[in-house]
């Protein structure tokens, strides 16, 4: 999708942009029906109402990300917090944008987990993902001791076992019936003291995908703080999925003819759309 901005007529140039790209990423898998669609309008507002009506959304994010640390872009951190489906963010993409460049393939899945009910979503969601990649599953849980934060306290003989051991079980406990369900996936789980946003960080210079929950008010549980995630955004080194939690999901496309990849395929470039959704 191409979005416009406001008040911008669509020309020949600009709905050829999303009919290139929907072009290029049916050569890359052929078999994978896509199509190009301009739209106008703010892009933020644009992309969250066709949220509505999509399984995933893939963000190429204007922030480098990584050792960096440029912001993530505007659009992406917006999406994060306002889509309607889960958003995958894809940072620096220029590293892999070529047909020939080598994608990351034997890192793990990555979960950060804060007990919340937006992390219990990123849980499921990193529990598929791992499944459909045949990965192994990653799950972090970072906490935070008010004995080694606190200024000026003596931490010497501060003991953190009983409280590590504590918040293990509950991980496990939660863990348990979605590892039930996907069988096949090898799942570590790691509880461990620290700063979450700078734990998670590292984690991901490792990981071929970091899955989060995009906190949210009125959770049973206090979700993370909003600035833990844009700090992870800010300096992940691996593609983020947002787990959004989808009001309703779309009735699957009907499956298209295979087109052989030595072939363009013919799209309905030609179509713009002006506030209706796609």
């Known amino acids: 999708m191409h979005v416009l901005h406001p008040g911008a007529p669509p020309d020949e140039t600009s709905r050829g942009i999303a ?12 078999g994978v029906y896509a199509t190009g669609v301009t739209d106008t309008g703010d892009t933020v507002e644009v992309l969250r109402r066709h949220s509505q009506t999509a399984r995933l959304m893939v963000i190429g994010s204007h922030g480098t990300g990584g050792v960096d640390g440029k912001p993530v872009g505007a659009v992406a951190e917006a999406l994060c917090r306002a889509a309607h489906c889960p958003v995958l ?7 892999w944008a070529d047909p ?23 849980l499921r969601l990193g529990f598929e993902e791992a499944a459909s990649r045949r990965s192994r599953l990653v799950v972090i849980q970072v906490w935070q001791h008010p004995g080694m934060w ?7 003989g501060l003991d953190l076992a009983a409280e590590q051991s504590a918040i293990h079980a509950a991980l496990l406990e939660t863990a348990r019936p979605l ?4 069988p096949l996936v090898e799942m570590e789980l790691r509880s461990d003291p620290g700063e979450p946003a700078d734990a998670l960080s ?8 970091l899955v989060l929950g995009p906190g949210r008010a009125g959770d049973p549980v206090r ?9 992870v955004l800010r300096h992940m080194a691996c593609p983020a999925l947002i787990a959004h939690d989808p009001g ?4 699957a496309r009907p499956s298209m003819p295979h087109t052989p990849p030595d072939q363009s395929p013919v799209h309905p470039l030609q179509e713009v759309r002006h506030g209706e959704p796609v």
């Open 100 to 122: 020939f460049s080598a994608l990351p393939r034997t890192g793990p899945v990555l979960v950060g987990f804060d007990g919340s009910d937006p992390a219990r979503r990123a």
């Open 248 to 251: 309703r999901m779309p009735t």
């Open 150 to 156: 606190r200024p000026g306290h003596h931490r010497h």
């Open 223 to 231: 979700a993370a703080d909003p600035s833990v995630l844009r700090q």
């Open 202 to 209: 590292v984690a991901s210079q490792w990981a071929t995908l």
């Open 89 to 95: 963010i894809v940072q620096a993409g220029g590293r």
């Open 179 to 182: 590892q039930a369900r996907n």
């Open 19 to 30: 009919g290139s790209a929907a072009a290029e990423a049916s050569r890359w898998l052929p």
